[in-house]
T-cell receptor, first 110, second 115 residues
Framework: RKEVEQDPGPFNVPEGATVAFNCTYSNSASQSFFWYRQDCRKEPKLLMSVYSSGNEDGRFTAQLNRASQYISLLIRDSKLSDSATYLCVVNPNTGNQFYFGTGTSLTVIP | DADVTQTPRNRITKTGKRIMLECSQTKGHDRMYWYRQDPGLGLRLIYYSFDVKDINKGEISDGYSVSRQAQAKFSLSLESAIPNQTALYFC??????????????FGPGTRLTVT
């Protein structure tokens, strides 16, 4: 079983829409969770960390459900510039290896 | 200037050749990582290093070796390249002491093709 699993999409949504991605992880003892964004042929960049209590950064909201072992990313009022691949990342042991999901592709359509 | 640089950016090589990918960083981070990215498989960890004297195998280290020449430099070698090593390779750094232990800073990537 993979450490981290994501729906690859693609998600094609109109501008202004709300879209949500989920990601499941297999290690119940995992400590740290993150969402990264990767533009086509570019390097991944940290979008936001995911905290137990949930956290929000502008139009982006991340949530963690430890009981069901998944994290989610909600994007409100989608912009064309949100088109990218979103990578779910889990660190089971805090500071050691990071496990990346395969990514979910989002295209925001005018 | 970029904080994490990789050379070369693109490379085409033949099966059986030895090739080295280089990574340099100016962030002053102790931790460095090498990943490969393949379509449908995401990023997979090849090797990681927590300081100059510490080298660890990742998920897919077979066929690869690394050298941590200095805090700022971490090289990845393919001793005898094979076609299934064709991929996009990323170097990354992190600094847990910054309080942002999850943030990894990636280089721009090296696109390697083995024919």
């Amino acid at each position: 079983r993979k450490e981290v699993e994501q729906d690859p999409g693609p998600f094609n949504v109109p501008e202004g829409a709300t879209v949500a991605f989920n990601c499941t992880y297999s290690n119940s003892a995992s400590q740290s969770f993150f969402w990264y964004r990767q533009d086509c042929r570019k390097e991944p960049k940290l979008l936001m960390s995911v905290y137990s209590s949930g956290n929000e950064d502008g139009r982006f909201t991340a949530q963690l459900n430890r009981a069901s072992q998944y994290i989610s990313l909600l994007i409100r009022d989608s912009k064309l510039s949100d088109s990218a691949t979103y990578l779910c990342v889990v660190n089971p042991n805090t500071g050691n290896q990071f496990y990346f999901g395969t990514g979910t592709s989002l295209t925001v359509i005018p | 200037d970029a904080d994490v640089t990789q050379t070369p950016r693109n490379r085409i090589t033949k099966t059986g050749k030895r090739i080295m990918l280089e990574c340099s960083q100016t962030k002053g981070h102790d931790r460095m990582y090498w990943y490969r990215q393949d379509p449908g498989l995401g990023l997979r960890l090849i090797y990681y290093s927590f300081d100059v004297k510490d080298i660890n195998k990742g998920e897919i280290s077979d066929g690869y070796s690394v050298s941590r020449q200095a805090q700022a430099k971490f090289s990845l070698s393919l001793e005898s390249a094979i076609p299934n090593q064709t991929a996009l390779y990323f170097c990354a750094t992190s600094d847990p002491s910054s309080g942002r232990s999850g943030e990894q800073y990636f280089g721009p990537g090296t696109r390697l093709t083995v024919t």
